[in-house]
């Protein structure tokens, strides 16, 4: 895999090679020894994405570079790939993208001579996204295999739904959708269950945002919504004991979840952000690595103190 862009590149092996690498990071600190910069262009807004790559970018000892697309030249009508090229002309050892376009890395066509990595691409990929969700789901069940995960919310439009979709159940998982049939996307082929269905009988229930940004003419008032198709407290309590709640963020308090689910026992929604800069930091050396940037023993342990048990080997 040349760069990092869609889960569909991904194979099984990849995919628990990275998990493995985060669970690595999370237990113990490394740094690489070599000066490297790392450019982060967000062309849509982020918080958790972008601040968990700076965080990973840190963390491992690399220079973020930021562009803020309002002030930079993109507003001078400048191309992603003259952008991107600009990065690196002037030094950077890796990009970091996110566009609103679901191509956009077409534009590109591999003519740079650094990694790139997708940090979410229109509807349709947004593979660290998914890899921190299946690594989040790991700790939880320690497997995947027949674990019964269920995507609700404004599949259509989310590419999240896509690659998780397309990851768990690359792993093994049983994927189902569910949600108001105007957001639902049948072309995908996954089963599609009634949210009773689905709180009833899945081990994991991820819900979406509904990506208003996206798609114009469906607006629900936000009460009539969750009554509908979120997660009430009502339907919380009829989930499986061991069942769990995942969200990528941004979450909408009161439309596809009630405000007092998003921290209550069975959520894991900030766990899935610190997974995010673990995940991260394996996608980063991983390119680093594949690039030959960098070599494995410029990876350096820092500590010798395990911060947290490891979970098993994957
Ligand atoms: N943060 C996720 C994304 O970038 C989910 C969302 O925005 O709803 O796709």
Known sequence: MRDFISVQDLSVAEIKYLLETADRFRTHDYEISKQLFAANLFFEPSTRTKMSFIVAERKLGLEPLELHAEMSSIKKGETLYDTARTFEAIGANVLVIRHEADDWMKELNEKLSIPVINAGAGTKDHPTQSLLDAYTIYQEFECFKDLNITIAGDVKHSRVARSNAEMLSKLGANVYFTGAPELMDESLGYPILTLDQAVEQSDVLMLLRIQHERHHGFIHAAIEYLEKYGLTVERERKMQNHAIILHPGPVNRGVEIDSSLVECKRS???????????????????????????????????????RKQPIRAM
Do not use: P, S
């Not at 930091?281 to 010798?304: E, P, S």
């Open 268 to 306: 894991r929604i900030f766990n899935q952000m610190e997974n995010g800069v673990y995940v991260r930091m394996a996608v980063l050396t991983k390119q680093l690595l594949n690039w030959g940037i960098i070599h494995d023993d410029q990876i350096k342990k820092c500590d010798t103190i395990e």
